[in-house]
């Protein structure tokens, strides 16, 4: 992980910028179809920062609720994917790595729901791998 005290970005049109304060709790890449769907990709790489150190300093990121419990931001401008919240995780904010100015800053420590990786696509790495999520004891 970086030992930059502050990561920079905003969505593809440049109408929304944020900035995540402090080091990321994570950095993953995550397979799952939700989040395939929501970027319309087969991956997507997040890093989980702390709420409070998380600013939006241009436009506005809307929001939905793409499940219950859960919330989807993205610029409502030009429909980048910016971040993901659990509400029964208040305090951590979830960004998406491609939408800092800088995402070799960040690179993934692990893979998440790997149950639902597309079978075309082929990642060769020695990361972690894990079924679902990291926490979950039936995952790896």
Not at 49 to 74: K, L, N
Not at 82 to 94: G, K, N, S, V
Not at 105 to 120: F, G, M, N, R, Y
């Amino acid at each position: 992980m970086t030992a930059t005290s502050s990561h920079i970005g905003g969505c593809l049109c440049g109408a929304v910028r944020y900035r995540a304060d402090g080091p990321p709790r994570s950095v993953v890449y995550c397979h799952c179809r939700m989040c395939q769907r929501a970027a319309g990709a087969p991956v997507v790489p997040w890093a989980t920062f702390a709420a409070a150190g998380f600013t939006v300093s241009a436009g506005d990121i809307a929001e939905f609720a793409s499940s219950p419990g859960a919330r989807r931001g993205f610029c409502k401008r030009c429909g980048t994917p910016l971040i993901f919240r659990e509400i029964a995780e208040p305090d951590w904010i979830d960004i998406t790595v491609a939408s800092f100015d800088d995402p070799a800053a960040l690179p993934p420590q692990d893979h998440i729901w790997t149950e639902s990786s597309v079978p075309w696509l082929r990642i060769d790495d020695d990361l972690p791998r894990y079924r679902r999520r990291r926490s979950d004891p039936s995952s790896a």
